[in-house]
């Protein structure tokens, strides 16, 4: 039963945030060990089904030609060393330390989420320079290994900031994030031993919800998508706040 209740929770959490082009894992984090499983084992399971969910919504969106990589190599080559960092890192830090440093995490990207985004032509970008692709990766890297989220709450927020559309910043995400995960999957995986089962069963259910959403993001208002993310990342982490302080 835990084990059809932690796919259900990926299926629905990887549809539900590629929608907005952003990895389940933020949300499926706090969900895992609410049901019951433990802190580290559900931040490499999480990292595996962002790797399955976004690495589909990828698929889709180069074969169908609505995305090339084009500058944003540099993002995705700083992230793949820094996520084995963060993991290790992970390990080094109190497990309520790590666990307010999420819960924070969790409610600033739904609140730089929600910060409105100009849409004048100047500001409408596609392309992002080689040093500030490397800054990037390398902190969303770091994210992604150490609170076992992806990067997808790093970048998503920054580059709403710097003014790319909503639709660019969704397939970026899909692109990038699931190296990182990887990268950082694998740390975890040298770092004790994981239940492959548990493993594969759930990272086909995050790779068909990931694929599904992917599909459906095209067709609906992305703003309110985004609004909806937001809302649910900063009530997660509020709800992890104020069970910390009581």
Known sequence: MLLISIAALAFGLSFFFALGGVGSAVALVPALIAIGVPGGVARPVALLVNVASLGGATIHNLRNGKFKPGSWWPLIVFS?????????????????????????????????????????????????????????????????????????????????????????????????????????????RAMGPLNMDVCLTVSAAALAGGMIGTRAMHRIDQSKVRLILALALMASGGRILWKMVG
Do not use: N
């Not at 793949?80 to 666990?99: E, K, T």
């Not at 580059?159 to 660019?168: E, P, T």
């Not at 692109?175 to 950082?184: A, I, Y």
């Open 80 to 188: 793949l060393p820094a996520a084995p960092v963060g993991a290790w890192v992970s390990s080094r830090i109190p497990q309520d330390l790590l666990q307010g440093v999420f819960a924070f995490f969790m409610v600033f990207s739904g609140l730089l989420m929600m910060l409105p985004v100009r849409q004048t032509r100047e500001k409408e970008r596609e392309t992002c320079p080689p040093l500030g692709g490397a800054l990037l990766g390398t902190a969303s890297g770091m994210i992604s290994g150490m609170l076992g989220v992806g990067g997808g709450g790093v970048i998503v927020p920054t580059l709403y900031a710097m003014g790319f559309r909503s639709q660019h910043i969704a397939m970026v995400t899909a692109l990038t994030v699931p190296f990182s995960s990887l990268t950082g999957f694998i740390a975890y």
